[in-house]
């Protein structure tokens, strides 16, 4: 479990939001709602470790993630999956070399089949040989899309998952999503658009809003 | 696991080398230029090109090498790739070691490797090439060593060019002063070991603490 205690962050020596509270557990999906500029992003990247908190702590599962729990960030980072404004692809290599690379760079093994099993999903399949850099923008977030899918990860946390997608890319993200927290993963994401339900196979499951209040 | 991710972004920053050549061969083409443009500036005078060769082939490597720092951490910055490392279950000062590696295999190998051939315009013995070789080998990797740290060090700073080559510059001067000091000391007939010991002296705690302090400084330039 997730659990997220009093956390607030300050840019410029102002607070960005009032301090936020909550816990996200297997099988859930949470929705950070907030106006630009709130500090979405920074609660995200605050919450992965990348950034530091100005107060209050983010616990893994009872356990603070600090440097003093060396065990617990190491747990904690094999379980996370974080997407953020930047993709983190390489322009100059293919979409299937993308995800090869960085699955063996998140310690994880991921075979070429499965790989391209996860871009032609996708709708990929006719550009996974080709350079990154000769693809749309749209093409690109469904590389970074594909590479979710193959990934182990229990904890998902992405940064505005649904922009410049297509209608159909959007289905596919939303089911992709859904199938997710239907088999207990957990998932945190930030988005403008109002998302309340995810949908696959019929099933229906449940966002729960979190709101960030500019302080 | 651990090997793998290490192996992988060593891989992974070789084959994006190869990709975008120019960017590599940049720096060892400003290597050639500079040992080939001395001979012909100082003339046929084969003693005083004798003296100058070490200097100017270990300046010219050192200039060289600086040319590629920059980019060393700069291109995963902008594009959220050090963000995944940084969150990789695989400690990043193992996943840095990989980068300054394959760092070093583009930018100060090829250097390695050229110098002897270039040593031979300064008329330089058989011997003396091969200590310039050696001092190369040792040398080279602790320029991306400690030039990493200096590049992490200056990652999305305004200016950090500048500020890189005022930081790391300085510290460069004792691989310049024994790298060079060896090849003049055979040259001169006098012994090379204790120039390459000390070089050697200098590689293993690069080795070691280079990756790591990088790795530390690139987490304060990530926050």
């Given amino acids: ?215 | 696991m651990i090997w793998q991710a290490f192996w992988a972004v060593a891989q992974r920053d070789l084959l994006l080398a190869w990709r975008r050549k120019s960017e590599g061969l940049s720096a060892v083409f400003f290597f050639v230029v500079v040992a080939a443009l001395f001979p012909l500036g100082i003339g046929p005078e084969m003693n005083v090109l004798r003296n100058i060769a070490p200097g100017v082939l270990w300046v010219g490597a050192l200039l060289s090498s600086m040319l590629a720092l920059q980019r060393l951490f700069e291109a995963d910055y902008r594009d959220g790739t050090l963000e995944q490392m940084a969150l990789s279950p695989v400690a990043m000062p193992l996943l840095v070691g990989a980068k300054m590696l394959a760092h070093w295999l583009v930018s100060g190998l090829p250097l390695v490797l050229l110098a002897p051939v270039l040593g031979l315009q300064f008329d330089l013995s058989g011997d003396a090439l091969v200590t310039l070789t050696l001092a190369l080998l040792l040398g080279t990797p602790i320029l991306s060593l400690v030039g990493g740290v200096g590049a992490a060090l200056t990652l999305g700073v305004r200016g950090g060019g500048v500020l890189l080559s005022l930081l790391v510059l300085p510290l460069f001067v004792p691989v310049l002063v024994f790298g060079a000091g060896a090849v003049e000391a055979q040259v001169s007939g006098l012994g090379v070991q204790a120039h390459l010991s000390i070089l050697m002296a200098m590689l293993l705690p690069a080795v070691f603490f280079g990756p790591l302090a990088s790795a530390f400084a690139l987490r304060i330039a990530l926050e």
């Avoid at chain 1, 990247?45 to 990348?50: E, M």
């Avoid at chain 1, 859904?178 to 196979?201: C, K, R």
Wanted: glycine fraction near 8%; charged fraction near 20%.
């Fill in chain 1, 1 to 215: 479990m997730l659990t997220i205690s009093n956390i607030s962050c300050v840019r410029g020596h102002k607070p960005l939001f009032t301090p936020l509270s909550f816990s996200l557990q297997a099988g859930q999906a949470l929705h950070l709602e907030g106006d630009n500029g709130v500090g979405k992003t920074s609660l995200l990247r605050i919450i992965c470790g990348l950034s530091p908190a100005d107060s209050g702590e983010v616990l893994w599962n009872g356990h603070a993630l600090t440097r003093q729990h060396p065990e617990v960030v190491e747990a904690f980072r094999a379980t996370l999956c974080y997407m953020g404004h930047n993709l983190s692809l390489k322009e100059d290599l293919t979409p299937i070399e993308n995800l090869l690379f960085e699955a063996q760079v998140a310690g994880r093994s991921l075979s070429h089949e499965k790989g391209m099993d996860a871009l032609r999903k996708m709708g990929l399949n006719s550009r996974a040989h080709l350079p990154l850099r000769v693809l749309s923008q749209g093409q690109k977030r469904r590389t970074a899309l594909a590479r979710l899918s193959v990934t182990a990860a229990k904890l998902w946390v992405l940064d505005e998952p649904f922009v410049a997608l297509d209608a159909h890319s959007l289905d596919n993200l939303r089911a992709l999503l859904a199938n997710h927290v239907q088999q207990g993963g957990m998932l945190l994401f930030t988005s403008h658009q109002a998302v309340e339900l995810l949908q696959t196979n019929g099933h229906a499951i449940e966002v729960q809003p979190i709101r960030l209040v500019a302080a």
